[in-house]
């Protein structure tokens, strides 16, 4: 039972730019804690952003602020992360999350209870 569904990978060009959508399955995301992670080959899962949909609070990692944009589309129930100047080093799948544990550390993946399936996201030089 797929509850998130991200789309919009692909590959790009340094400096490129892509927008990736987390839509809800059946399931809602209103008034909840949004976030993006991304994984790279031989890595550990890295969170990229999160947003809470009920007032649109946004908190970026030092890796992308500046240049990626993470924002709700409440009547879409969706969740987009706009990503600009993208690098090389951003080449991972990326996944949304959603159903925080408030209680834990946000930025940890362990947090969060409902991924989707994941996107593809390629940066050439």
């Known amino acids: 039972q797929v509850h998130l569904v991200e789309s919009g990978g692909g590959s790009v060009q340094a400096g490129g730019s892509l927008r990736l959508s987390c839509a809800g399955s059946?399931?809602?995301?209103?008034?909840?804690?949004v976030g993006w992670f991304r994984q790279a080959p031989g890595k550990e899962r890295e969170w990229v952003a999160r947003?809470?949909?009920?007032?649109?609070?946004?908190y970026y990692s030092d890796s992308v602020k500046g240049r990626f944009t993470i924002s709700p589309d409440n009547a879409k129930n969706t969740v987009y992360l706009q990503m600009n100047s993208l690098k090389p080093e951003d080449t991972a799948t990326y996944s949304c999350?959603?159903?925080?544990?408030?209680?834990?550390?946000?930025?940890?993946?362990?947090?969060?209870?409902?991924w989707g399936q994941g996107t593809q996201v390629t940066v050439s030089s």
């Open positions: 059946e399931y809602t995301l209103s008034d909840r804690n």
């Open positions: 999350a959603t159903d925080l544990l408030v209680t834990r550390p946000w930025s940890q993946a362990g947090s969060w209870l409902t």
């Open positions: 947003v809470y949909t009920g007032s649109g609070a946004t």
